[in-house]
C-alpha cells in the first residue's frame, strides 16, 4: 500500500519562494518509482510541473523551468518541489504523484497524495 502526504504550501507574495515536500510510505524501496509534482487551478485541467524518472531524468513544465527546481532524498523516501520567482498564476493545489512507470508530466500516474495549496498574491 503506497500513502502520499503532501506538506509546506500556504500563501506568498509574488516574488517569493516557497518549497513543499510530498513524503512516502509503503512497502517497496522508494527508488523503484518514478515521482512528480502536478498541480490545477480552479476550472483548469491538472497539469505536470516537473518529474524525475527512475533513470534520473528531469523534466520541467516550460512555464516553470528556471524557477521551479524538484529533487528526491532516498535516504528520507520524500520528494521537494523548491519553487522561486513566484507568480500569481502559480496558485494552484499541488500534488505529488509516483509510479513504476515513467510517465514525464503526464497525469497517468498510478498514487497521488491529497495535495497541498500554495496561493501566490500580486
Known amino acids: 500500500r503506497v500513502q502520499l502526504a503532501e506538506s509546506g504550501g500556504g500563501s506568498v507574495q509574488a516574488g517569493g519562494s516557497l518549497t513543499i515536500s510530498c513524503q512516502y510510505s509503503g512497502d517497496y524501496a522508494y527508488t523503484l518509482y518514478s515521482v512528480a509534482w502536478f498541480r490545477q487551478a480552479p476550472g483548469k485541467e491538472r497539469e505536470g510541473v516537473a518529474a524525475?524518472?527512475?533513470?534520473?531524468?528531469?523534466y520541467y513544465a516550460d512555464s516553470v523551468r528556471g524557477r521551479f527546481t524538484i529533487s528526491r532524498d532516498n535516504s528520507k523516501n520524500k520528494l521537494y518541489l523548491q519553487m522561486t520567482s513566484l507568480k500569481p498564476e502559480d496558485t494552484a493545489m499541488y500534488y505529488c504523484?509516483?509510479?513504476?512507470?515513467?510517465?514525464?508530466?503526464?497525469?497517468?500516474?498510478?498514487?497521488w497524495g491529497q495535495g497541498t495549496q500554495v496561493t501566490v498574491s500580486s
Open positions: 524525475i524518472d527512475t533513470a534520473d531524468q528531469y
Open positions: 504523484a509516483l509510479d513504476r512507470n515513467g510517465w514525464m508530466l503526464l497525469p497517468k500516474y498510478l498514487h
